[in-house]
């Protein structure tokens, strides 16, 4: 936004909700509250509670279809996993007629579910990623051989993870067939569906994304960043890693080569592009000397001070409080551009 024609917005940000992941959504959510702050613009706090009540200053509210959201100009759903980053929270937005921050609904709910996202991947047939399989607790129950054969294909050590959690919730690194099933039950507890994924060489490396899949500007993407572990190579990143204290660390720029670096980025942005995103997105990926594959999309990327989204975008010239500024202006763009057609 130029300065010209900067104008001092009212955002409500949400955050909270009903999955797991309601304390690091309500980390996020002061840290986009503060920086929103910072940029000069009110904020309204509402937080969704684990009973999925909406909550302003303490109080329930009462939400009506077309009459937006407490007077603001825009929303910013800070909330990651089931009920809050796969389209519901979205749609409810939608219904009550404000614009908001992220990827809408259809974008938002494939990009959730690890399993359809990586099967539309695969249908593409143009973006590398790693070997996986899907697994509905049904089908398992029924034919659990079958499904363990398709499993045995992928080759040990394999990842297990619920397919439609985010921040690295419930993943469990198998290494024998004994594990294999002990991670499908503990995964089964969260979810009926469930994504087993074969050991990726190569190292971790995250790519932000800022913009539009539309119009003629086109969506930036960062300087790519490499994952560290504490714990190594016999580490893997899941959710201790993500939020304790040196759990991890993120080096920028990674250490691969500059085609590689070329090639993270294209494949960021034609992910972002393929799929409809808007806003924001981290694009996850493993790379090996030259091999670059896409692991996951995630719509709305965690704001904690240990996030890495936002460090990625400082590194590539944006401030946190310009980033928050930008993602509502883009979506007040979006709302915009969306009024020009007749549904």
């Known amino acids: 936004m130029a300065n010209a024609d900067r104008r001092r917005l009212k955002v409500a940000v949400i955050a909270g909700g009903r999955s797991s992941e309601h304390e690091v959504s309500l980390s996020s959510g002061a840290g986009v509250r503060a920086g929103l702050k910072q940029a000069g613009h009110e904020v309204e706090w509402v937080e969704i509670s684990t009973g999925g009540a909406w909550l302003h200053d303490g109080e329930r509210m009462q939400l009506a279809p077309g009459e937006g959201l407490l007077e603001a100009d825009v929303a910013f759903p800070v909330l ?5 980053e ?5 749609g409810v937005l939608e219904t009550l ?3 908001y921050v992220g990827s809408g609904v259809r974008a938002s709910a494939v990009c959730l579910d690890k399993v359809l996202f990586k099967a539309l991947m695969a249908a593409s047939g143009s ?9 509905r607790e049904e089908r398992y129950r029924e034919r659990r051989d079958e499904v363990l054969a398709d499993i045995d294909a992928l080759d040990l050590p394999v990842f297990v993870k619920p397919a439609r959690l985010g921040s690295s919730l419930g993943i469990v690194r198998a290494n024998s067939r004994e594990e294999v099933l002990a991670a499908l039950e503990q995964a089964f507890s969260h979810d009926t569906l469930v994504i087993v994924e074969a ?4 190292i971790e490396v995250e790519c932000g994304v800022l913009g539009a899949a ?10 790519p960043g490499e994952i560290l572990l504490a714990d190594g190579e016999s580490g893997w990143y899941d959710y201790e890693a993500k939020y304790s204290a040196g759990g991890m660390e993120l080096l920028i720029p990674a250490r691969i080569s500059e085609a590689a670096r070329g090639r993270v980025r294209e494949l ?21 000397g030259e091999n670059v594959l896409v692991n996951e999309l995630n719509t709305m990327p965690g704001f904690t001070p240990t996030s890495v989204y936002p460090k990625l975008m400082a590194a590539s010239g944006i401030s946190y409080p310009d980033l928050l500024e930008r993602l509502c ?15």
């Not at 990651?80 to 809050?84: A, D, I, L, N, R």
């Not at 973006?127 to 697994?135: M, N, T, Y």
């Not at 539309?214 to 300087?223: K, N, Q, T, V, W």
């Not at 202006?329 to 549904?343: D, F, K």
């Open 80 to 84: 990651h996993g089931p009920f809050g």
């Open 86 to 90: 796969d389209g519901t929270v979205q």
């Open 97 to 99: 007629d404000i614009p």
């Open 127 to 135: 973006s590398p990623q790693v070997e996986f399989v899907g697994v």
């Open 199 to 202: 050991l990726a060489r190569g």
């Open 214 to 223: 539309r119009g003629d500007a086109a969506a930036l993407a960062s300087e």
């Open 268 to 288: 960021a942005l034609d992910t972002f592009a393929r799929f409809d995103c808007d806003g924001l997105a981290r694009v996850d990926f493993f790379v090996d």
């Open 329 to 343: 202006v883009l979506a007040l763009e979006r709302r915009e551009a969306l009024r020009a057609y007749s549904w």
